[in-house]
């Protein structure tokens, strides 16, 4: 392995690391403030998240073994990332349906707030440096995750601005919005990542 290849593969634990950190704090607050304001854009918003720290802790240990061989595919980690998007899109469609049917009303919350602005300055760092080191060290899987990241930036300003008009202006219905907007960049994501691993 040359000197290049190795600090790029430092580099990509670098920032898996990094990414490890922020998602666990990312998936536990937006998950637990969801629930506690019963906001279906945070738990849609803390699932995808879940899934994000998941494709981080695969692509984490697919780099770590790949320091000791070459032959180590990354298949397996690109395709349990996939299935786990795709999966998610019926849990969130159905979170919307039950919210309806039931009633259910968001509460503002400034947690949620916060957690939004820290994921929109975060997010496009992690996502840059994913998306450099993967493609000069030709890593398939960073590169997919560094769509994820991208999806992640994106979600969190629609979540922002469903969690500011609520706080702001009292309205609730704008969380179910924004939770459709989070629907369709998790859609999104994952057909991206399907073509990438059929190239």
């Known amino acids: ?22 998602m666990t704090v990312e998936s536990l607050a937006a998950l637990s403030v969801g629930f506690g304001a019963s906001s279906l854009a945070l738990l849609a918003f803390g699932g995808d998240s879940v899934i994000e720290l998941i494709s981080s802790w695969t692509v984490l240990v697919y780099l770590r073994r790949r320091d000791k061989t070459e032959t180590v595919q990354d298949e397996r980690a690109e395709w349990i990332t996939t299935f786990l998007l795709f999966l998610l899109v019926p849990t969130i469609a159905f979170g919307l349906i039950y919210n309806y049917l039931m009633g ?6 400034v947690l949620g707030i ?19 080191v993967g493609d ?14 991208w999806t992640c930036f994106f979600m969190s300003i629609a979540l922002l601005g469903g969690l500011l008009a609520n706080y702001l202006w009292n309205f609730w219905w704008v969380d179910s919005a924004a939770a459709c907007i989070i629907l ?12 990438e691993i059929r190239k």
């Open 1 to 22: 392995m040359s000197r290049l290849q190795l600090e790029l593969r430092r580099r990509g634990l670098t920032v898996e690391y990094a990414s490890i950190v922020w």
């Open 104 to 109: 259910i009303r968001a509460e503002s919350s």
């Open 114 to 132: 916060g957690l939004a602005i820290g994921a929109i300055i975060i997010m496009p760092v992690l996502a840059v440096e994913k998306k450099r």
């Open 136 to 149: 000069k060290g030709n890593l398939l899987s960073l590169s997919i995750d560094a769509i994820e990241s």
């Open 184 to 195: 369709f960049f998790i859609l999104r994501e994952a057909l991206e990542a399907l073509k």
